[in-house]
C-alpha cells in the first residue's frame, strides 16, 4: 500500500513538474527554473543541471566566511613584510605599522634606545642630545649638523609647529636659551636622549615639554653641510 501510494505521489510530482516546465516554455522562458522544495531551486541549462541554495542567510555566511579568510591570510602576508622594530615604533608612537617605513633612521634609534646620557657624550657608553642627533641626521639622512643644540638651532631653518614632520628638529629650553633638541617623529612624538631617561621616545603635548618648547627647525642639504659627523664607537 505504502509502495503504491509513493508510486502515484511520484506520477503527480512528475506530471506537475512537467506542465510546469512546459508553461515556462509556452512563455518564452528557454530556461525553465523548477522550484519543488523551498529554498532550493533546480535550473535547466543547455548541458547540465546544477543546483543552488537560495537561502539568503546561507550564502551570506559563506561569503563572510571566504571574505574573512581572505583577510587572514592577506593580514598575514602583510605581517611577515614588517621587521619587529617597525612593530615597536609603531606601537610607541601610536601609529600604524606600514607607516614607519625609513627603516634606516627606526633602526639607528632602536640600535641607539636606552643609551644613557650623558653631557659631552658621543658614544654608545653615553651620550648627549645634540650628539644624538648628529648621529640620526648623519646615518639617516645624511645630513651633518653643527655640535651643539644653539648651533644646530641657528642653522637651521624656522617652521611652524603645525608643519612639523618626520626628520625635522624640536628645541627647549631646559637649563637656559637653547639647551635641548630631539627629532620630530609624528604624533606629537619625538626622539631624544634625555638626561633622566637616556635615548628614548618625548611628547610635545606632555606638560614638562609643552612650557619648556622654543620652536621648530627643518635641515636642509645647504644649511647641514656646514656641521660635523664625528664617528661613533
Known amino acids: 500500500m505504502l509502495k503504491k501510494n509513493l508510486l502515484a505521489f511520484g506520477l503527480v510530482m512528475i506530471v506537475c513538474g512537467a506542465a510546469y516546465a512546459q508553461s515556462n516554455i509556452t512563455s518564452g522562458n528557454s530556461n525553465p527554473v523548477l522550484s519543488f522544495i523551498?529554498?532550493?531551486?533546480?535550473?535547466?541549462?543547455?548541458?547540465?543541471?546544477?543546483?543552488?541554495?537560495?537561502?539568503?542567510?546561507?550564502?551570506?555566511?559563506?561569503?563572510?566566511?571566504?571574505?574573512?579568510?581572505?583577510?587572514?591570510?592577506?593580514?598575514?602576508?602583510?605581517?611577515?613584510?614588517?621587521?619587529?622594530?617597525?612593530?615597536?615604533?609603531?606601537?610607541?608612537?601610536?601609529?600604524?605599522?606600514?607607516?614607519?617605513?625609513?627603516?634606516?633612521?627606526?633602526?639607528?634609534?632602536?640600535?641607539?634606545?636606552?643609551?644613557?646620557?650623558?653631557?659631552?657624550?658621543?658614544?654608545?657608553?653615553?651620550?648627549?642630545?645634540?650628539?644624538?642627533?648628529?648621529?640620526?641626521?648623519?646615518?639617516?639622512?645624511?645630513w651633518m649638523l653643527p655640535r651643539t643644540a644653539k648651533e644646530q638651532f641657528a642653522s637651521m631653518m624656522k617652521i611652524a609647529r603645525e608643519d612639523l614632520q618626520e626628520g625635522d628638529f624640536v628645541f627647549f629650553n631646559t637649563t637656559g636659551g637653547v639647551s635641548h633638541v630631539g627629532m620630530y617623529l609624528c604624533n606629537n612624538k619625538f626622539v631624544h636622549s634625555s638626561s633622566s631617561q637616556g635615548v628614548s621616545i618625548g611628547d610635545l603635548a606632555d606638560t614638562y615639554w609643552s612650557s619648556r618648547f622654543l620652536g621648530a627647525r627643518r635641515a636642509t642639504q645647504k644649511e647641514a653641510a656646514h656641521g660635523s659627523f664625528p664617528f661613533f664607537n
Request: aromatic letters at 12%; one cysteine or more; hydrophobic letters at 35%.
Open 38 to 142: 523551498e529554498g532550493i531551486q533546480f535550473t535547466n541549462t543547455t548541458s547540465r543541471t546544477t543546483v543552488k541554495s537560495t537561502d539568503k542567510k546561507d550564502s551570506t555566511s559563506s561569503l563572510t566566511g571566504t571574505v574573512k579568510a581572505g583577510l587572514r591570510q592577506g593580514l598575514s602576508i602583510a605581517l611577515e613584510s614588517f621587521l619587529p622594530f617597525q612593530f615597536k615604533y609603531a606601537i610607541l608612537l601610536n601609529e600604524s605599522v606600514e607607516k614607519i617605513s625609513n627603516l634606516i633612521l627606526y633602526k639607528t634609534i632602536d640600535e641607539w634606545y636606552g643609551t644613557r646620557y650623558r653631557y659631552g657624550g658621543t658614544t654608545v657608553r653615553g651620550i648627549d642630545c645634540s650628539a644624538f642627533m648628529q648621529v640620526l641626521a648623519g646615518y639617516s639622512f645624511g
